[in-house]
């Protein structure tokens, strides 16, 4: 069983910078690509970003390329979500997730993830 715990999230102001990480315990074999999504009270789950198993190829969301980065860790069994320029439509519970080991491209799409976090809540007040 796999085991993710995000932390950082806490209310900023627009424009500021925040990372998020997110750690993986259990059978938490680094040989999985991995994601973050986020999700509002208003909103459906939405893909923010992913990474391979190397680390080498990432893919963002429209709204997030070129403010957010993902980066991990392999070593810590850890996956980074750096944020700058946050907006206040930032504002969310940011998750990280595992990828399903059969499928081998990064995806965006939720359903070809299989193990969630509980969540950190962003918020980013204006």
């Known amino acids: 069983q796999v ?3 995000e932390s950082g999230g806490r209310l900023v102001q627009a424009g500021d910078s925040l990372t ?18 986020r999700q509002t009270p208003v909103k459906e789950r939405e893909f923010v970003a992913a990474i391979s198993t190397s ?17 991990r860790d392999n070593t810590k069994n850890t996956v980074d979500l750096q944020m700058s320029n ?4 930032d504002t969310a519970v ?4 595992t990828q399903k080991p059969t499928i ?9 993830y299989n193990h969630w976090g509980q969540g ?5 007040s204006s």
């Open 20 to 37: 998020l990480s997110c750690e993986a315990s259990g059978r938490a074999s680094p040989s999985y690509n991995k994601g973050w999504f």
């Open 104 to 112: 081998r491209e990064i995806s965006a799409d939720e359903n070809d």
């Open 3 to 5: 085991q993710l715990k």
């Open 55 to 71: 680390g080498l190829r990432t893919s963002y969301a429209d709204s997030v390329k070129g403010r957010f980065t993902i980066s």
């Open 94 to 97: 940011y998750y990280c997730a």
């Open 120 to 124: 950190t809540q962003v918020t980013v």
């Open 86 to 89: 946050l907006k206040p439509e």
